[in-house]
C-alpha cells in the first residue's frame, strides 16, 4: 500500500536518497556545477497540480518557484510536499551527479521546512537517519549559507526529538 508522505517511494528508493546525503560522494562535484545545479533547482517552478492551486491557501498560489517555498517559513505542509516530491524526481532523474545532488538538497530542505515550520514529519526516516543527512549535506561547502542554516535548526530538532524517543 503507498504510503502518501513517500509519494510512493519504495524503501529502496528512499535508502538510496538517505545514503546520497549521508555519503561524501557528492564532494567530488566541482563546486560551480553543484551552484549553478542548485540555483536551477531553487528556480524551479513549483508543481502544483490543478486541484492543490485552487485548494491551496492565497500564500500557496503565490509561491511561484522551489526556492519560495523553501525559504518561507509560512510553507504549508502540502506544499512541503509537493517540494519533497520535486526535489525526489531531480535525484532520482538528473542528468549529472550534480543535478542530483541538488535534487537530494531540495528533498531534505522540503522536509526541514515542514518540520521546522510546522513540527511535522513528512518521511518514513528515522529521526537519526535524517539528522545525519542534514548534517552531511550543511557540511558541504557548494550548499548556500541560508540552506545550511535551515539543515542545521533541523537537524537540532531531530536529535532533540531522538533523545525525547520522539
Excluded at 152 to 158: D, G, I, N, P
Amino acid at each position: 500500500m503507498k504510503d502518501a508522505r513517500t509519494h510512493g517511494t519504495m524503501p529502496e528508493q528512499l535508502a538510496e536518497l538517505l545514503s546520497v546525503a549521508a555519503s561524501g560522494s557528492t564532494e567530488e562535484i566541482r563546486l560551480e556545477e553543484a551552484q549553478a545545479a542548485l540555483v536551477a533547482a531553487f528556480s524551479a517552478p513549483l508543481l502544483l497540480a490543478a486541484k492543490e492551486a485552487e485548494d491551496g491557501s492565497e500564500a500557496a498560489r503565490k509561491m511561484e518557484t522551489v526556492g519560495m517555498a523553501l525559504r518561507d517559513p509560512t510553507t504549508e505542509v502540502a506544499i512541503a510536499e509537493v517540494v519533497k516530491a520535486q526535489g525526489k524526481a531531480m535525484a532520482d532523474r538528473g542528468d549529472t551527479a550534480a543535478e542530483r545532488a541538488a535534487g537530494t538538497v531540495v528533498y531534505y530542505a522540503a522536509i526541514a521546512r515542514a518540520l521546522l515550520s510546522h513540527n511535522r514529519m513528512i518521511t518514513r526516516h528515522s529521526c537519526r537517519d535524517l539528522a545525519k543527512g542534514m548534517r552531511n549535506l550543511a557540511d558541504r561547502t557548494w550548499v548556500p549559507d541560508e540552506v545550511k542554516a535551515l539543515f542545521r535548526a533541523a537537524f537540532a530538532l531531530l536529535e532533540e526529538h531522538s533523545r525525547n524517543g520522539v
